[in-house]
């Protein structure tokens, strides 16, 4: 069993930076990929970015070159660094986990976070 917190969201302007957290319970931490997604409302949950145990990355076409997903397994924790945000960076921000070797788009994840809510105003 992992349990998946996650912590630092809040409300920024347009341009700033914030950095998400996500602490992880477990041993196999380093094992999982982990994965962030994130829920605007009224809008379908997206996928955000990927770290593979691998540390091979992936990101969606809207946060390449902004966003920065890493992970620390000695601390069991992933983070996503959100950079130049924007107001449609908008949304409930959550981490995952899945017992995947590599990252693919219908990968079924094994635990959740709560979320987190980032809000960017213009």
């Known amino acids: 069993q992992v349990q998946l917190v996650e912590s630092g969201g809040g409300l920024v302007q347009a341009g700033d930076s914030l950095r998400l957290s996500c602490a992880a319970s477990g041993r196999t931490f380093s094992r999982y990929l982990m994965s962030w997604f994130r829920q605007a409302p009224g809008k379908e949950r997206e996928f955000v970015a990927t770290?593979?145990?691998?540390?091979?990355?992936s990101y969606a076409d809207s946060v390449k070159g902004r966003f920065t997903i890493s992970r620390d397994n000695a601390k069991n924790t992933v983070y996503l660094q959100m950079n130049s945000l924007k107001p449609e960076d908008t949304a409930v921000y959550y981490c995952?986990?899945?017992?995947?070797?590599?990252?693919?788009?219908?990968?079924?994840?094994?635990?959740w976070g709560q979320g987190t809510q980032v809000t960017v105003s213009s």
């Open positions: 995952a986990a899945a017992q995947a070797a590599y990252h693919d788009p219908l990968i079924e994840y094994d635990y």
């Open positions: 770290i593979t145990r691998f540390a091979t990355l």
